[in-house]
Structure formats: C-alpha cells, structure tokens
C-alpha cells in the first residue's frame, strides 16, 4: 500500500489570495497517477485535478494547478484567486499502475475566509 | 455524467442489527468501492470489487462484508452493527484499466449505531 501524507490537517485563506495545500506519498511504482479531490460541506466529492507521473509538465484547471515533483514525491495543489465556494475537503490520491486501488491521504480542511 | 447513487444519505441502527448500505452505478464501471471516512482519518477503504461476485479486501474489512451480483450494485453489510461502525460510508466507481480515470462518489451515508 502506499503512504500519503497531508500535513496540513487544516487550513485558511483570505477571499482571493492564493493558497497551496501540500501532499506527499510513498511509491515504488514509476508510472501512476494522481488526484486531488474535493469534498465541500455536506457535499459530494469531486474530482479537482488529475496529473500522470510520467508528464513533466504540471496540470492546470482554471484556478487550480499542481506543482508536481517526482523525484521528491511530491504533488501540492495551488488554488489561486480564492474564493468561498473553495471551502472544503482536499484529499490527495494516488493510483497505482499497477491496480484499480486508490490511496487516500488524511484530508486538508480549507476555509476561505471573505 | 456518472451518478453514483447510495441508498440512505442518514441512518440510525442499534447494536447486533445486521446492516445493509447500498449503492448503483449507471455508468457500467466495473470497479467498485466502499470507504469508510472519519475525522483525522482520511478516507480507509473496507473493500473493493472489480467484477461481479469478485471482491477484494482493502485495509479495514473486519466487521463488513460485501455483495456485489450485478455490476451495477455494489453492497456493505455490517453483520452485527457495533458502535465503533458509527462513521460516514462513501462509495465510488471507476472505470478498470483506465489509470487516469478518477473515481466517481455517491453523496455517503451518515451511519450511527447506537
């Protein structure tokens, strides 16, 4: 099984400030995938931004981007421009190649603060 | 879009009760999942299935068991409900083999034993 480590259990920012939530995990797998999803209040969890291992380059949605760094084993999540609906959950998850399992950290609560 | 459908969104039960959370897909994955969430703890997986009446432990199983006779229906059963299984349920699927496939979430189960 793979280790993932958020070391911010939680978190808060000012409406439009930017913020990174860091994420850490143990592999010995070269190629996989990861992800970080959210979980707002009372709500669903949802998908925020996916990255493969093996691509350099980092993964950009909107607002939200990754700062990906294989070597180090590392995959924080960068929310610019903040805003209050961003109050959330944040779980980061790899996924092995090698399997259909997911690996979950132990979550980064997120209020954004107007 | 996937819609993965739990059940009950809140339920209460005593101790002994045998228990059963369900959960359907319509998106013909064939990887399903149930997790367990509590706080500090992140999501830990209790089992997961890849195929009809297939199933695979994950890290906490002991106290659960599963069913899964249609691909579309993934079940939880808590043989004799104890108050430590008071806890959020959430289940997930996901396409196989497709690794930078995310998982989908039903909306949990808010599960207390008394």
């Known amino acids: 099984a793979q280790t993932v480590t958020q070391s911010q259990p939680e978190m808060s920012v000012q409406e439009a400030e930017t913020v990174t939530l860091s994420c850490t995990y143990d592999t010995s797998e070269n190629n996989y995938y990861l992800f970080w999803y959210k979980q707002p209040p009372s709500r669903q969890m949802i998908l925020v931004i996916r990255?493969?291992?093996?691509?350099?380059q980092n993964a950009t949605e909107n607002r939200f981007s990754v700062n990906f760094q294989k070597a180090a084993k590392s995959f924080s999540l960068k929310i610019s421009d903040s805003q209050l609906g961003d109050t959330a959950m944040y779980f980061c998850a790899p996924r092995g190649n090698t399997g259909n399992q997911f690996y979950f950290g132990t979550g980064t609560s997120l209020t954004v603060i107007p | 879009d996937v819609k993965v459908t739990q059940s009950s969104r809140y339920l209460v039960k005593r101790t002994g009760e045998k228990v059963f959370l369900e959960c359907v897909q319509d998106m013909d994955h064939e990887n399903m999942f149930w997790y367990r969430q509590d706080p500090g703890l992140g999501l830990r997986l209790i089992y997961f299935s890849y195929d009809v009446k297939m199933k695979e432990k994950g890290d906490i199983p002991e106290g659960y068991s599963v069913s899964r006779e249609k691909k579309e229906r993934f079940s939880l059963i808590l043989e004799s409900a104890s108050t430590n299984q008071t806890s959020m349920y959430l289940c997930?699927?996901?396409?196989?083999?497709?690794?930078?496939?995310?998982?989908?979430f039903g909306d949990g189960t808010r599960l207390s034993i008394l």
């Open positions: 997930a699927s996901s396409l196989a083999d497709r690794d930078n496939q995310p998982q989908h």
């Open positions: 990255q493969e291992a093996y691509k350099q």
